[in-house]
């Protein structure tokens, strides 16, 4: 019994995120934000594919002390020397690849339903944006101030009024990393609802492109070609009733009769 309302639960909740009555931060849990300190904290944008012309973005943390998870130099752009990779960084290092490890917060409002964070290309720098495509918008979070030929990391500066947060779920600190922002400036446009709208009740359906109809004259698929004329069959001539009554003819009698006499 237990299984069936967890089961009936689990359909409801799936229908109503499918309906768009649900977001998915909202249909199971509210998270918070605490702050953290900005300098053990960075955004890098990493080269990848054919020719190393596209960036995907990593957001690395200093988690312990000991050993250093990266080092910055140059300016204009920032380069970043990834020594994570020289060495197990379990328990040192924390890696965020992908929307499931990192995503924007705006005005204590968690955006990770709605936008997607990813790095483009525009000019002589990288962008870091957060695109939402199903309302056709996008808001600018950060910039490398500069370009390479793809063959390494660079630094996003994040831009004025945006910071690194983690997400909080009753009071308890997970690995999900936030780019907050609290000011205005992020011009985050409020969501619109995702159900689609209905049309008035006297407004006429559109006509239909083409209409095809189908006879029982004929199982073949219709032909934009003319039709060829009906060939007329003409019955055969009914049958001469047999007399049931009658007798019998002998066939040598018959036969006898169709000869003719010559005297």
């Given at each position: 019994?237990?299984?069936?309302?967890?089961?009936?639960?689990?359909?409801?909740?799936?229908?109503?995120?499918?309906?768009?009555?649900?977001?998915?931060?909202?249909?199971?849990?509210?998270?918070?934000?605490?702050?953290?300190?900005?300098?053990?904290?960075?955004?890098?944008?990493?080269?990848?594919?054919?020719?190393?012309?596209?960036?995907?973005?990593?957001?690395?943390?200093?988690?312990?002390?000991?050993?250093?998870?990266?080092?910055?130099?140059?300016?204009?752009?920032?380069?970043?020397?990834?020594?994570?990779?020289?060495?197990?960084?379990?328990?040192?290092?924390?890696?965020?690849?992908?929307?499931?490890?990192?995503?924007?917060?705006?005005?204590?409002?968690?955006?990770?339903?709605?936008?997607?964070?990813?790095?483009?290309?525009?000019?002589?720098?990288?962008?870091?944006?957060?695109?939402?495509?199903?309302?056709?918008?996008?808001?600018?979070?950060?910039?490398?101030?500069?370009?390479?030929?793809?063959?390494?990391?660079?630094?996003?500066?994040?831009?004025?009024?945006?910071?690194?947060?983690?997400?909080?779920?009753?009071?308890?600190?997970?690995?999900?990393?936030?780019?907050?922002?609290?000011?205005?400036?992020?011009?985050?446009?409020?969501?619109?609802?995702?159900?689609?709208?209905?049309?008035?009740?006297?407004?006429?359906?559109?006509?239909?492109?083409?209409?095809?109809?189908?006879?029982?004259?004929?199982?073949?698929?219709?032909?934009?070609?003319?039709?060829?004329?009906?060939?007329?069959?003409?019955?055969?001539?009914?049958?001469?009733?047999?007399?049931?009554?009658?007798?019998?003819?002998n066939p040598s009698t018959a036969l006898e009769r169709?000869?003719?006499?010559?005297?």
């Open positions: 019994m237990k299984f069936l309302h967890k089961l009936t639960a689990t359909l409801t909740t799936a229908i109503l995120l499918s309906c768009g009555m649900l977001t998915p931060a909202r249909a199971a849990y509210t998270f918070n934000k605490v702050e953290v300190d900005q300098r053990r904290f960075v955004a890098i944008a990493t080269p990848f594919g054919v020719g190393r012309r596209y960036y995907n973005l990593i957001i690395m943390e200093q988690q312990a002390n000991g050993r250093s998870c990266w080092r910055e130099y140059g300016d204009n752009p920032t380069f970043i020397e990834p020594t994570w990779e020289t060495f197990d960084f379990t328990g040192i290092c924390g890696r965020s690849t992908d929307s499931n490890g990192y995503s924007m917060r705006v005005n204590d409002n968690d955006m990770g339903a709605r936008f997607i964070l990813s790095v483009v290309r525009r000019g002589d720098e990288l962008v870091l944006m957060a695109n939402s495509i199903r309302e056709r918008t996008y808001v600018e979070i950060g910039r490398t101030r500069g370009m390479d030929n793809g063959e390494r990391y660079l630094k996003i500066h994040l831009d004025p009024g945006w910071r690194f947060t983690k997400r909080t779920y009753n009071g308890r600190l997970l690995g999900h990393v936030y780019l907050t922002s609290d000011s205005s400036t992020a011009n985050i446009p409020p969501a619109r609802d995702p159900r689609p709208s209905t049309p008035p009740a006297n407004t006429p359906l559109p006509p239909a492109d083409r209409e095809l109809i189908f006879t029982p004259e004929s199982n073949s698929r219709p032909s934009n070609s003319t039709p060829s004329p009906r060939t007329t069959v003409t019955p055969p001539p009914p049958r001469r009733p047999i007399n049931v009554n009658s007798r019998p003819t169709s000869i003719p006499t010559f005297e």
